[in-house]
């Protein structure tokens, strides 16, 4: 039986490792991309509901995707819409900083270091609920 309970952990760690290196990997490519990007104020222009994933028995929460307008240094407009959520929406008209492409300036994206906070918390906390996850399988009561 003490195997099956290692078996899970060792799945559990493998799933959290390949998880967090996979984010690691995207969130890596998008810095990558936009690095080389100008970086300009836009403005907010107003907001696009959604909602929250709300799995793990979590419950649904409402998010809001800012739109925003920029322009390039040669005046012309350009509009987006974040992929960047927050809880409440944002007021129309409150800056935020966004890079874009210069090739084609359609494609823009909001610059937030939010991304690496949160994989710097959960760094800690996959490590610890692994650990206490082996605790658990070898301190188990048997029979």
Not at 34 to 54: C, D, L, R
Request: aromatic share 14%; hydrophobic share 40%; net charge positive.
């Amino acid at each position: 039986m003490r195997i099956v309970l290692y078996t899970i952990a060792v799945l559990w760690v493998a799933g959290a490792i390949f998880a967090l290196l996979h984010t690691l990997r995207k969130t890596k490519r998008h810095e990558q991309l936009i690095a080389g990007w100008p970086k300009v104020q836009a403005t907010v222009t107003g907001n696009v509901g959604g909602w929250s994933g709300g799995s793990g028995g979590s419950s649904r929460s409402r998010r809001f995707y800012p739109t925003y307008q920029f322009a390039t240094p040669n005046g012309i407009l350009y509009a987006g819409e974040s992929e960047v959520s927050y809880r409440n929406q944002q007021v129309p008209g409150t800056p935020v900083e966004v890079a874009y492409n210069p090739a084609n300036p359609n494609q823009s994206f909001q610059m937030s270091s939010d991304s690496k906070a949160i994989l710097g918390c959960l760094m800690p906390f996959f490590a610890l609920f692994s650990l206490l996850l082996f605790w658990v399988a070898g301190n188990f009561p048997l029979g």
